[in-house]
């Protein structure tokens, strides 16, 4: 992110890809996968201003053994300075495609959980608090007293739709936008495979900066944002 200077960008918002054979992933080791992800965080510490958030959705994978990558992007985070401000969880329980791996069907000898969640992760640079602004907070009463409870529910998005195997859905970031940033503020995503923190910027006020390293999604990102400015 060498475009970006210190201290530039009021809000992170991404969810890193999962390493897991999909076709956005490299099959990295372990070691490997948290080595990338330190890189970019690192740089995401360096282009936030003092009290900027970074908010990284991730669902834990695998189950031989199970894979808890929240717990160990929160300890990445902690290593770079982070400050945790908590973790939201999402319920996407709603959605049609949700798992049916039972693993033994009604039996004890190997059920396997359904996840229907994913978490939300919340940090600040240096500081919880921002300075005061005179810019404006476009948030109503009603979505801050939605947006401030620990459990967020909300179908998760189609990969057919939006040409990506693993999109999240725009109310994700809206939320986190709304929640986190003024009006006039920038919001980064350095895994922006869709466009999705993209368009949820716009629609808020908001300016943006993504990255992706496949040019097609980055194609799709910039053909999602094209259409929506053309309206």
């Not at 009604?106 to 602004?133: G, T």
């Amino acid at each position: 992110m060498h475009q970006l200077p210190d201290n530039s960008i009021h809000l992170m918002v991404t969810s890193p890809p999962y390493n897991v054979g999909k076709e956005y992933d490299e099959n990295l080791s372990l070691k490997e996968y948290r080595s990338l992800l330190h890189d970019v965080l690192k740089e995401t510490h360096r282009v936030l201003v003092s009290g900027g958030r970074a908010c990284i959705n991730v669902a834990n994978l695998g189950r031989k053994p199970y894979l808890p990558l929240h717990t160990y992007i929160i300890e990445e985070m902690h290593a770079i300075g982070f400050l945790m401000r908590g973790e939201i969880i999402w319920d996407k329980s709603a959605s049609a495609g949700t798992s049916t791996a039972w693993g033994s069907w009604r039996s004890a000898s190997n059920p396997i959980l359904r996840d229907v969640h994913e978490y939300i992760l919340i940090f600040s640079k240096e500081n919880f608090q921002r300075e005061k602004s005179k810019k404006k907070d476009t948030i109503s009463k009603d979505e801050f007293l939605e947006y401030t409870k620990s459990i967020w529910r909300f179908p998760a998005e189609s990969a057919k739709k939006v040409h990506h195997p693993a999109p999240f859905p725009s109310e994700l970031p809206s939320r986190l936008i709304k929640l986190y940033t003024f009006q006039g503020d920038i919001v980064l995503d350095p895994f922006v495979g869709s466009g999705s923190t993209c368009l949820a910027a716009i629609r808020a006020g908001r300016d943006f900066v993504g990255y992706d390293r496949s040019k097609e999604y980055v194609s799709t990102a910039r053909r999602r944002i094209s259409s929506f400015l053309k309206k």
